[in-house]
């Protein structure tokens, strides 16, 4: 054949296969949206024949309510697999439905794709109250979308609200991307972490807009390869790599973490890193972390690094962190601080922080006046440092 014929019957079979999406519609398998029905059976009957099925298909959530039990999407699937939520799906209210760790979860499989605009309503005020942890007492409550050994997908175009543990969670994931992901929760709901990622590597998330009551974003223990850009975070706990250091059993480091080009607004942190003070497992580190192009505004400790982190006296504070903080750049970083502090570096008396790079830093504090504090800290600073830094 000659190419005159063999290009266009090469065009033809492609368009063919984009155009070979099999969608699976939802309410083709019995699921309602009348705010009622736990369609629980039915996204799942749906789910099966959308996964097994040969090839690209589209799992649809039209328009509408939809009440949804606690559910769990599980691969592996046969080829490319979208999940378009145009709806909003609502999670249950009553306690005896809630005292599990997931809502929505998706398990073991490549290339998905979830999107469509729509919403996950954790309706988190019914569980709040039972949030006791502070007690050490806590029974789990469900994260509203669990991802777990999950590679090469993207979450686009999603929001999630009121979630009554943590929003996201990716655990053990690889190439993930967020991309305009919305989440809301009250500023003094607890636990509700925007973005929980830990055991990952290679994750993106760019232009989230976050509102929550705990982390905006919390990079926890075995990470590498973090990116987050062009987003905003307020109120909420800041963009944190820890807390690490707590496991008594595995050595927890995190590494690759870059963040720039965000806007922190009225949030109790802006970047943060955070360790327990009496880990007990040797070997662990934090190690090349750039952060470029921050606005902060009205934040409380908008630089903070904390090799004291012991939330409700749950460690021994008089402990010295193992876990070692190095090749840290904070650079272009500017705005207004509420406390005088506006730049933080506690590191561990055992395991100083070394090579950590101030630059370009313009933070005042209240009435125009900011300083900052070093302990067992060695690094250097250039370019406007504004309050004067503490590193030489
Ligand atoms: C479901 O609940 C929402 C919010 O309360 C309401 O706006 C909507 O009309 C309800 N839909 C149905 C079918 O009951
Ligand atoms: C996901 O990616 C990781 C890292 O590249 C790899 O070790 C793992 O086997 C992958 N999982 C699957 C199911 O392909
Ligand atoms: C540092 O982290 C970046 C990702 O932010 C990565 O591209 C780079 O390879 C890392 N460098 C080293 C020396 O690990
Ligand atoms: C951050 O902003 C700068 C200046 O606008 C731009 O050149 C750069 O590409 C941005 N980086 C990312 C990762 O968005
Ligand atoms: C740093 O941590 C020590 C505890 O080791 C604490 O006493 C001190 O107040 C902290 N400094 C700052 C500036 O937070
Ligand atoms: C530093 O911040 C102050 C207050 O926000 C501002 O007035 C000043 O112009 C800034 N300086 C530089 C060099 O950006």
Not at 28 to 38: Q, V
Not at 355 to 366: C, K, R, V
């Amino acid at each position: 054949m000659n190419s005159r014929i063999l290009l266009p019957l090469l065009l033809f079979s492609l368009v063919c296969i984009t155009n070979g999406t099999k969608v699976f519609n939802v309410l083709r398998y019995g699921a309602r949206s009348d705010n009622k029905t736990d369609n629980a059976k039915a996204f799942l009957r749906c789910w099966i024949d959308s996964c097994r099925w040969r090839g690209k298909s589209r799992f649809v959530i039209p328009r509408g309510w939809f009440y949804l039990g606690a559910v769990v999407f599980r691969g592996p699937c046969n080829g490319h697999k979208e999940f378009v939520i145009k709806g909003v799906l609502r999670a249950p209210i009553k306690p005896g439905l809630f005292f599990i760790d997931h809502w929505i979860t998706f398990q073991n499989m490549n290339n998905l794709r979830i999107y469509g605009g729509g919403t996950l309503d954790g309706q988190g005020a019914s569980a709040w109250p039972y949030n006791n942890c502070k007690t050490g007492s806590c029974k789990p409550l469900p994260v509203s979308l669990r991802l777990d050994f999950i590679n090469d997908s993207y979450i686009h175009n999603i929001k999630s609200i009121n979630s009554k543990n943590f929003h996201f969670n990716v655990f053990s994931c690889y190439r993930l991307a967020f991309r305009r992901v919305t989440i809301s929760a009250p500023h003094d709901s607890p636990n509700t972490d925007g973005i929980h990622i830990s055991g990952s590597g290679g994750i993106t998330v760019d232009a989230a807009d976050i509102a929550t009551g705990d982390d905006c974003i919390s990079i926890g223990p075995g990470n590498r390869g973090i990116h987050i850009s062009n987003t905003f975070c307020g109120p909420g706990h800041g963009i944190s790599v820890g807390s690490i250091g707590k496991s008594e059993t595995t050595e927890e480091s995190v590494s690759g973490v870059a963040v720039v080009n965000c806007t922190f607004r009225g949030s109790l942190n802006g970047v943060q890193i955070k360790t327990w003070p009496d880990s007990k497992a040797a070997g662990g580190s934090a190690s090349n972390f750039t952060y470029d192009n921050i606005w902060m505004e009205d934040v409380e400790n908008p630089i903070f690094i904390n090799q004291q982190y012991c939330p409700f006296n749950l460690c021994n504070p008089q402990g010295s962190s193992k876990i070692e903080i190095s090749h840290i750049i904070f650079r272009n970083i500017w705005g207004s601080s509420t406390t005088r502090d506006a730049v933080k570096l506690n590191c561990s008396k055992s395991h100083p922080c070394h090579d950590i790079a101030l630059e370009n830093i313009n933070l005042t504090g209240p009435g125009g006046v900011a300083s900052s504090s070093c302990s067992n800290v060695h690094g250097r600073s250039r370019g406007r440092q504004t309050p004067p830094s503490c590193l030489h």
